[in-house]
């Protein structure tokens, strides 16, 4: 019996990857090495995708963006008779995944750590038969930033991205920028737009490491789109607030001045409750729209309390005055009793002095009934009373002649006119404020613009590390 084993055929660039695996089976972090250095250059290339979001209670700011790296590794030679290395136009090439050979762990050291999967470890690896490695990938970078939201939404943010190597200092590794822009990918248009863009190079300290290791800083300016924000929270809130400043405008008697303000005043309430998720909420400043929108709600407030006291002024004297006649009218009202009764009194007293004006002589000397002084009282105390109520017609007339109501209504009309002036040049005035802070503006114009909109432009950007020494 015969057994008949059949060998599988590997071609050269199985065989070549075959080798280069076994090679880097026991060495993934040893990091390589070219000729005459010790360091190995890795050249990044960054282009930024989305601004997906700006948290800023959490103080970050989290990008799409899209990874290029690009380096030499001297382990990834190859020119065999099988698969030559010739010309550029001809060079061989082989992928490799991620956990098959070395590659740079760069993160944002400024940014809270990965909390998912690595995405990129996804994306295969390009490698060159001359050394040269390409590695290009997508993934999210989230960066500490610090979020100014003082002038909302109206605000410019300033945020940079720290890239560095967690294990490798600059001994061992070197970072560059692959080009000397920062590329918009494909750039979706999102609530953010970038102006401003530089890269530096620069080498950071590491206390706990007692190292420096190599690093690239990119800072970048972001400008928030406001349109939206002026459609759906300025231009309604402005709108509803300035039925407030009408409410001056109502003639004061119409009895519906207060019932205008208390609408208003319930409808801001409710506006703000349903806008209070597109504010961003951040404890270390206070936003100018917050600021704004409380201004002009204390505004709406001051105008129901003015309008209460232009009601009270222009009634209160009526008022007075009703209640003033009233009691006078009582006092008369009295004393008109008291007359009558001294008159029918004295009626019957003349009554009875003529009936019994014979039984005097009939009664003992002692008893004396002097009915003249008597009658005579009556009649003084009458007078008396009919002067007084004269003198009180009198004054009520002398007061109607120089305190006349109409001019405390014309004075409350008056103040009411002036409140209305007041606040039709405050309520525009602080919404003037508002957009005047849009044109504050901190970025230095000695520095140079390294923001590339790849959109706009059909010329991609030279590469600074082009190849490998020999």
Partial sequence: MMIMIYAKDYSAAELNRLRITKLYRNHLLISPTMKNTTQTIVAIGLGIIEIEGIDPQQ??????????????????????????????????????????????????????GKTEK?????YPILTICTGIVRWSYQDKLVSYCEINVENFPFDQQHC?????????????????????????????NTEWKIIHATIEEIDLYNPYYERYFSTIKINIKLVRHSHFYIVKILL????????????????????????????????????????SNYVPKNERNLCILT????????????????????????????????????????????????????????????????????????????????????????????????????GKNFINFHYHLFYSQQSIQQFAILIDRILFFIYLISMPLCMIILFKSNNQSNISSSTINQLLDIRKTAIDPPPIYRGCPT
């Avoid at 692959?178 to 494909?186: A, D, P, S």
């Avoid at 009218?329 to 008109?336: E, G």
Wanted: charged share 15%.
């Fill in 291 to 390: 600021l704004y929108s409380n201004i002009i709600f204390s505004f709406i407030f001051l105008s129901c309390l003015f309008n209460i006291l232009t009601i009270f002024i222009y009634y209160h004297e009526q008022y007075f005055l009703r209640n003033k006649i009233l009691k006078q009218q009582q006092k008369q009202t009295f004393l008109f009793t008291i007359n009558q009764s001294l008159l029918e009194f004295n009626q019957q007293r003349l009554i009875v002095f003529e009936k019994y004006q014979n039984i005097q002589e009939y009664l003992p000397e002692h008893i004396n009934i002097n009915n003249h002084e008597i009658l005579y009282d009556l009649i003084y105390i009458r007078e008396l009373l009919k002067d007084l109520l004269i």
């Fill in 118 to 122: 690595e995405v990129k470890y996804q």
């Fill in 236 to 275: 309604p809130f402005s709108i509803i607030s300035s039925l407030g400043l009408f409410s001056f405008c109502l003639p004061i008697d119409s009895g519906e001045k207060i019932t205008l303000t208390v609408s208003v005043l319930l409808s801001l309430t409710i506006y703000l409750q349903l806008i």
């Fill in 59 to 112: 103080q970050v700011i989290t990008l799409n963006v899209n990874f290029e790296l690009k380096w030499c590794d001297d382990r990834l030679r190859w020119n065999t008779s099988q698969q030559l290395c010739l010309n550029k136009r001809n060079r061989s090439t082989i992928f490799f995944s991620a956990n098959e050979i070395w590659i740079p762990d760069i993160i944002a050291i400024n940014g809270p």
């Fill in 160 to 188: 940079s991205i720290i890239l560095q190597s967690t294990i490798y200092d600059l001994t061992k590794l070197k970072l560059r920028s692959l080009y000397k822009v920062i590329q918009l990918y494909n750039f979706i």
